[in-house]
């Protein structure tokens, strides 16, 4: 079995798609100290001499040298990797329309994988990817990393163990200029699904596991930005606003706050601390501890690795919720072409 062997001698991971996000799950899977980069795939040379650059929302530094190809096997293609290289696990960080395909692929060769969000704009599609990971006795995970991120991570489970009671409001952030990079995939909707698909999708996924599915969304906008309120039977009022900005230059925010009957808890990525709570009397405390551990990929890597050692058949995050997340954006974009108009999820 695959978790046996990897328990053993670690887990070989390979990487379809080396761009940005490529680099970042590599890095933060390197990181876990129980995986190696065993094998690269992109049809760009230029991706496949080991060098970085820069894109992305957040900055990961200058150019570096990520992995030497002349120990790391590069490939042009995904069936010339299953041909040559045995792995345990492959990360899909390959453009939205490819991700079924790809995944599927590596499923059937009896691969762990992790793909990237979103893992189709169709979920039909991600269920039936689901269901094949099942029969192949396989783990296959949606990138879904901000359930991971330390500091929202943290704040979930003060939601769940209503350590500062029960939520009445909640609110969440999430823009920055579109992005410069690959722009012809980005902003073509029929590809990316837009922002709301790319970027606001975070906010989404984080707003159901924290609160579960919602019973209604109303939301205005467009693909590439929309305020969406999320309505729950006898739950907390909570709203997401999220998207691409005009200007170029905006810097990328994210910030959270989750109002609670005895105190509200705020997130704010360029704030040092990143969280602080603020009780019924306006006294302001710090909380460290929720910002250690890494970054949302770091974590995620982590808790894959650990899951793959251990054997366990249901990932950290299931293909199931990327599915519900993916309805529940579906019916927001049907309300934002409706000025609004509420969806039901039942």
Known sequence: MIEDLASDRGIRFGVIGFGFMGRTHASAMSGTRAASLSAVVDRDPDRL?????????????GEELVFDPSEVPV????DEMLAECELDLAIVTTPTPTHIEIASSLVSAGLHVLVEK?????????EELAALARQRRVMAMPAHCMRFWPAWAWMRRQVEEQAYGPVRRASFVR?????SWNPDFYLDPSQSGGAIVDLHIHDTDFVIHCFGEPTAVSSTGSRSHVRTE???????????????????????????EIACRDGTISFSLDRTPEVLVTDPEG????????SVGGT???????????????????PPVTLEEAALTGRVIELEIDSAASDGESRSTR
Not at 283 to 290: D, G, K, L, S
């Open 49 to 61: 001499t080991g060098l970085a650059s820069g894109g992305g929302n957040m900055d990961t530094g």
């Open 75 to 78: 490939f042009a293609n995904v």
């Open 118 to 126: 979103p893992v189709s704009l169709d979920p039909a599609a991600i």
């Open 175 to 179: 823009t920055g200029a579109a992005p």
């Open 230 to 256: 999320y309505f729950f039977e006898g739950g907390p009022s909570v709203e997401a606003v999220g998207g691409w900005l005009e200007d170029p230059d905006a810097p990328f925010t994210m910030t959270a």
């Open 283 to 290: 006294r302001v405390h710090e909380h460290p501890e929720a």
């Open 296 to 314: 949302g990929y770091d974590m995620q890597a982590r808790a894959l690795v650990d899951a793959i050692l251990a054997g366990r058949r249901v």
